[in-house]
Every structure is written in C-alpha cells, then in structure tokens.
C-alpha cells in the first residue's frame, strides 16, 4: 500500500534493458504527489485505464502487452487486463504478486481504524518500510496515502474475473494479505499456459524478489506458454 515507482527501481531496470517499460504514476505519489489519492477502486482504475489508453495510442499492441501489479497494483493491473479483453483486444499477459484474487479479497475494513492502529495493522501485514515508521513527518504524509489504498480495495467488487491472456501469479508462504491457498487460485482464471509460484516468505519478501518478477514479466512477452518453465 502507498508504495510509488521507487519500489520496483531494480526491477525496471532490468525490463528496460529488454524493451519498453512504462511506470503509470498514482495520485499521491511520485510526480502526482500533490494530487489526493483515490479512495474508490473504480476512479484508480479509470485513472490508469486512461493512462493506458494513452500508451497504446502510441502505436503500442494490446496483444504484445504484458500487464504487471504487487499487492493493490495487482488488482488493478487485472482490471485493465479485464478491460482490453472486454474491448476485443485482450492483452498478451497478466503477472500479479502479492495479492488474492479479487473475489477472495479480505473484507477487512482497516481503512476506518485511527492513524495509530491503521499504521499498527499495515506494519504487522509487512507493507510499511521501517525508514517510514522511523520518520513521524514522512509517516504523516504517508497515512492519508495508505488510508485511500485501502479504502479503494475494500470497494473492489467481489466478484470472479476470468480471462483469456495467461495469468502468472508469485505468492509468499506467509503471506497475511495474499494466503496460499488463495495465490494459487490465480492460474485457474487465466487462458493456457497460466502458472503460479511460491516462495518461503510474508509480503515484503514477495516484492523483494523483483528478479523473479521480471522473469517473468519477460518470458511472458516473449513465450507465454512457457513461463511456468523459466521462472
């Protein structure tokens, strides 16, 4: 929750390496810092539907396109997935970490709790940085941040989302926000050649495998049935 572009600095680096690579920026975040943060999943999402419509004006294909999210990113980066399918131009793959499916989504409403006991609940889940929580000016800036995050998940709609692109999936065995059991669900709303796979590990060693996410990321654009084997 609130991360910004910086947390995937190593694995960018490394998908810019092999070919394009675009970062959509979050309000309240990075160069939108100055904007509020979404509250509502359907506004974060219209917003990075917008973004993405722009990058394939650029001349870019849906169906060499391989979408990508850790943790809230996740659900969004399935709701474009969701979309260009819905619009006839599906996309050529989806990679989701650190997150449920949308219809096993916890329907914990921790968005509502007090400053304290919302930053208490975040740490103990392992989605905030100790250099936040060292800092009391960052921690305040950060609050609202987290709070719209995760307001925006709980009004995600419950419901199954199936697709036709392959969908990858990366899980943590100790895992608070995204159970085994539910990570492996993942291969099972996706189209041939889906895989999933599991490290030893809560959220934070999920995101800190950034390796593996861009392997896959990678081997999806290029052979998608055969991620499974090459990550």
Not at 31 to 56: C, H, I, P
Not at 73 to 83: C, K, N, P, V, Y
Not at 135 to 162: G, K, T, Y
Not at 182 to 201: C, E, I, K, N, Q
């Amino acid at each position: 929750m609130g991360g910004g572009r910086g947390a995937y600095s190593r694995m960018v680096a490394e998908l810019r390496e092999h070919g394009h690579c675009h970062l959509p920026a979050l309000a309240g975040r990075d160069s939108r810092f100055a904007e509020t943060a979404a509250a509502r999943f359907t506004d974060l999402a219209d917003d990075l539907w917008n973004q993405l419509e722009a990058e394939l004006g650029l001349g870019r294909s849906p169906d060499r396109l391989v979408l990508f999210g850790f943790s809230m990113g996740a659900l969004i980066a399935t709701e474009m997935a969701a979309r260009l399918q819905q619009r006839g131009t599906g996309a050529g793959g989806l990679v989701v970490a650190g997150c449920p499916p949308p219809h096993l989504l916890a329907g914990r409403a921790v968005h509502t709790l007090p400053d304290e006991e919302l930053t208490a609940a975040l740490a103990a889940q392992g989605t905030v940085p100790s250099m936040v929580l060292d800092d009391p000016e960052l921690l305040s800036v950060m609050v609202p941040v987290w709070r719209a995050d995760c307001a925006a998940v709980a009004s995600h709609p419950r419901r199954p989302v199936v697709l036709d692109c392959p969908v990858h999936a990366l899980g943590g065995t100790e895992d608070p926000l995204a159970r085994e059991a539910d990570v492996t669900v993942w291969p099972r709303l996706g189209g041939a050649g889906s895989s999933v796979r599991l490290l030893p590990g809560d959220h934070a060693a999920v995101l800190d495998r950034q390796d593996l996410m861009a392997a896959a990321v990678l081997a999806a654009a290029d052979r998608p049935s055969e991620v499974g084997a090459r990550w």
